[in-house]
């Protein structure tokens, strides 16, 4: 682009991705159009005005655009902004990527963690996830009742946190070899909580991308 803005050089890749060639995309270049999908125009025109006002040389952005074919997709795009001797922005080089398939999938991915959250929310058994580093990074509504606890007091802090001297015990003793070995573990196991009250627990380990997931049971009634 120069600095108006005008399609200069358009790669045979930049045709396939948005459908138009060089010379259609500039015939179409009239007040009011732009390929840029209107949700995400505002962001693109500012992100293009700071390369051409010389506040930036290099910036980022990704943004959906709708191709000649009517077909939206999302573009990632690196800028540069190329000046002349007298330091004046005269041209914009891009390098541009289809990434539609990434956004699809990411979008999957987070709709498959809003529904196995949402299962997990709706279980009787207490359901934790525990980093590397032994924090918390999940726990469900039955977790925290079990805990006696709240969610904002256990996400982020380490379980030697929350339990002053749970490196201590035969619970942190078996998660260990869990998270060292990475295997399965069923065992069940008494915990005295920091108030001094307690409780047994089935207790069901399995190694995750995270560190551990651990599904416990309140067994102390029977």
């Given at each position: 682009l120069d600095n108006k803005l005008q399609l200069r050089s358009w790669s045979k890749k930049a045709e396939e991705i948005f459908g138009w060639t060089l010379e259609e995309f500039n015939n179409?270049?009239?007040?009011?159009?732009t390929p840029v999908y209107a949700d995400d125009y505002p962001e693109a025109i500012r992100k293009a005005?700071?390369?051409?006002?010389?506040?930036?040389?290099?910036?980022?952005?990704?943004?959906r655009i709708c191709t000649k074919s009517g077909k939206v997709i999302w573009s990632e795009?690196?800028?540069?902004?190329?000046?002349?001797?007298?330091?004046?922005?005269?041209?914009?080089?891009?390098?541009?990527?289809?990434?539609?398939?990434?956004?699809?999938?990411?979008e999957k991915i987070r709709e498959n963690e809003k529904r196995y959250r949402t299962t997990l929310e709706s279980m009787l058994e207490g359901c934790i996830i525990i980093d590397f580093n032994w924090r918390y990074v999940y726990v469900n509504r039955s977790a925290v009742i079990q805990n006696q606890s709240t969610v904002d007091a256990l996400l982020g802090k380490t379980m030697m946190e929350v339990n002053p001297g749970f490196e201590n015990t035969q619970m942190f003793k078996e998660l260990s070899n869990a998270m060292i070995n990475?295997?399965?573990k069923q065992f069940e196991s008494e915990f005295v909580f920091p108030n001094g009250s307690s409780g047994v627990f089935d207790i069901h380990v399995q190694?995750?991308?995270?560190?551990?997931?651990i599904i416990s049971n309140d067994i102390s009634e029977r």
């Open positions: 179409l270049r009239k007040p009011g159009f005005k700071e390369l051409l006002s010389g506040k930036v040389t290099r910036n980022h952005m990704i943004h795009w690196y800028n540069s902004a190329l000046k002349n001797n007298e330091g004046e922005v005269v041209t914009i080089m891009s390098l541009v990527n289809d990434i539609t398939g990434k956004k699809l999938a990411e990475r295997e399965e190694p995750s991308a995270e560190g551990l997931f």
